[in-house]
């Protein structure tokens, strides 16, 4: 078993200590990475502050994850000590379901190992990437392009793959009108992605704060969503919008700037429910739907994408003990636009 050094949290309202955990022996198609970058997911804060449900604590939240392999199991053929890879959000499936073997693994029918706050198959709790070192089954461990950066690539493997698929499942592209509601670590990159997708991208955001980083990233209009007018210019405008915020909004506002046939997809998750008016969605045959990050080898394809296009996170590297104070800016909106942990600081 390999020790590893993590920061993890006791408790809702608990502060990040240093820790010590152990890893598992390599089983026959595991691999052993060390990490070097860890992302900071809002995914995180809501679960070390327990907003999603009951919590096995200690926890070490993190499933933005790159690194290097450093050992593998006997039967993996995916990859080699050396190699730079990348674990997101799940770390295991059955394998076995339909939704497993059409790539989905993240709607397995049995449900997905996550990388931390869930219990792996051999009934141990998972634990994430706020640490030195995990072990994960070849099959849902990513290469990583060699022109990214390790620290860029880690927020890709969550805010990345998690605005790439609805873009790609919905065909953001040339001729599509695709508005990005918030700017933040996921607004950010579905910006840069529906950009080089090749469609036409608008930023609903609260303010105009952000909008000259927004144009920089791609879009080609930025609207206040504080001012009512935009709601009023914007009605029936859009073939897709992608709503990028984890807190409560007047969805039906947002559904009212749909075009014919447009879809609005929620892939923040707020702990609050929203609600909709049906009449809003029957009268111009429009969809409100949700999408959660994407499968394995979407991920690989959505890397690959970003590789090709020279695309990448903005991000502010940290140390391990600046995790709490960088928990507090996130939910102050005071972050351009992911923070990413520094792993050689534990």
């Given amino acids: 078993m390999v020790k590893a050094k ?3 949290v006791d408790g809702p309202d608990k502060g990040f200590r240093e820790a010590e955990i152990t890893r598992r022996d390599l089983d026959q198609q595991d691999v052993l990475i060390e990490i070097k970058f860890a992302g900071i997911c809002h995914s995180d804060i809501h679960t070390a502050h327990g907003e999603w449900g009951e919590v096995n604590y200690p926890l070490v939240p993190g499933h933005e994850i790159a690194g290097i392999v450093t ?3 006997p039967n993996v053929t995916k990859f080699k000590v050396g190699d730079r890879v990348g674990v997101g959000c799940m770390v295991d499936s059955c394998g076995e379901c339909e939704n497993c073997q059409k790539g989905d693994e993240q709607y397995c029918n049995k449900g997905n190992v996550p990388t931390y706050a869930g219990f792996d198959k051999y009934g141990e709790p998972t634990q994430g990437g706020y640490s030195t070192h995990i072990v994960v089954t070849e099959g849902f461990v990513v290469s990583i392009p060699d022109n990214i950066e390790l620290d860029a690539a880690a927020p890709l493997l969550c805010a990345g793959i998690t605005t790439f698929s609805p873009l790609n499942r919905w065909q953001a592209g040339p001729g599509k009108k695709v508005a990005v509601v918030g700017m933040g670590g996921l607004g950010h990159m579905a910006v840069k992605i529906a950009h080089a997708m090749g469609a036409e991208v608008t930023v609903l955001s609260q303010t105009l704060n952000k909008q ?4 920089k990233f791609g879009a080609k209009d930025y609207y206040a969503t504080k001012d009512p007018e ?3 210019k914007l009605a029936g405008t859009f073939d897709l919008i992608i709503n990028t915020v984890s807190a409560k909004i007047d969805a039906g506002a947002y559904i009212g700037l749909l075009a014919l046939d447009g879809t609005m997809v929620n892939v923040g998750a707020p702990p609050e429910p929203l609600s909709v008016h049906v009449m809003s ?9 949700g999408s959660m990050i994407g499968g394995i080898q979407e991920t690989q394809d959505m890397l690959d994408f970003c590789a090709e296009h020279n695309i990448a996170p ?33």
């Avoid at 000259?212 to 144009?215: I, T, V």
């Avoid at 636009?337 to 050689?344: C, E, K």
Wanted: glycine share 6%; hydrophobic share 40%.
């Fill in 212 to 215: 000259e980083d927004g144009m």
């Fill in 314 to 346: 903005n991000i502010e590297v940290i140390s391990a003990d600046e995790i709490d104070h960088a928990y507090d800016r996130v939910l102050n909106s005071d972050v351009k636009y992911r923070f990413v942990i520094d792993t050689s600081t534990m």
């Fill in 71 to 73: 050992e593998v199991g």
């Fill in 6 to 8: 993590a920061r993890a």
């Fill in 281 to 289: 969605l029957i009268g111009r045959r429009r969809s409100f739907a």
């Fill in 230 to 232: 935009t709601f009023e």
